[in-house]
T-cell receptor, first 115, second 115 residues
């Protein structure tokens, strides 16, 4: 069984300041981890993924995340927030064996960017 | 770039009616999925489909739900007798290979409103 906990339901930052969205996971297997973003009235877009290669993963739009097995964390960061980053962010886990397993989503973090 | 498409974007129906939500996955993908997101809640896995049969389903996917791949391109979710609590955003997703290390590609969703 696997689960994801996103520690903050809402995060508010000023434009130009760093972003940190926190995620902890639980998995019986070596997991694959993803961050997806959902802009208002849009579908789910992949930001980045961890698949057992480098533990520091770079994604689109300047986002990156670090896989820390000892802390079972996969926090998402960005050095400088932009107004267009305002959206809902989901941390997602998939079982390593994959197969047909569905993804397990966290509850999401709503990122607010203050001008 | 290939995308998953879904139709309609918004479906309104009366309680007890049947609805069919349609998806066209990316053409060379092998696994297909349905998820739902009730307003204000997290995205939940419903079902996965591979080689023309259901591979895995969640507890949510009860007898009122069915999936089908009627031809080489479409993938449908049927809800036989809709209930008020079926109101949600329904996402279709597809994945290119059998390894879990490959992310799922999501469509823009169909918003189902049951009155």
């Amino acid at each position: 069984a696997q689960s994801v906990t996103q520690l903050d339901s809402h995060v508010s930052v000023s434009e130009g300041t760093p972003v940190l969205l926190r995620c902890n996971y639980s998995s019986s297997y070596s997991p694959s981890l993803f961050w997806y973003v959902q802009h208002p009235n849009k579908g789910l877009q992949l930001l980045l993924k961890y698949t057992s290669a480098a533990t520091l993963v770079k994604g689109i739009n300047g986002f990156e995340a670090e896989f820390k097995k000892s802390e079972t964390s996969f926090h998402l960061t960005k050095p400088s927030a932009h107004m267009s980053d305002a959206a809902e962010y989901f941390c997602v886990v998939s079982a390593a064996g994959g197969g047909a397993d569905g993804l397990t989503f966290g509850k999401g973090t709503h990122l607010i960017i203050q001008p | 770039e290939p995308e998953v498409t879904q139709t309609p974007s918004h479906q309104v129906t009366q309680m007890g009616q049947e609805v069919i939500l349609r998806c066209v996955p990316i053409s060379n993908h092998l696994y297909f999925y349905w998820y739902r997101q009730i307003l204000g809640q997290k995205v939940e896995f419903l079902v996965s489909f591979y080689n023309n049969e259901i591979s895995e389903k969640s507890e949510i996917f009860d007898d009122q739900f069915s999936v089908e791949r009627p031809d080489g391109s479409n993938f449908t979710l049927k809800i036989r007798s809709t209930k008020l609590e079926d109101s949600a955003m329904y996402f279709c997703a597809s994945r290119p290979r059998t390894s879990g290390r490959y992310e799922q590609f999501f469509g823009p969703g169909t918003r189902l409103t049951v009155l």
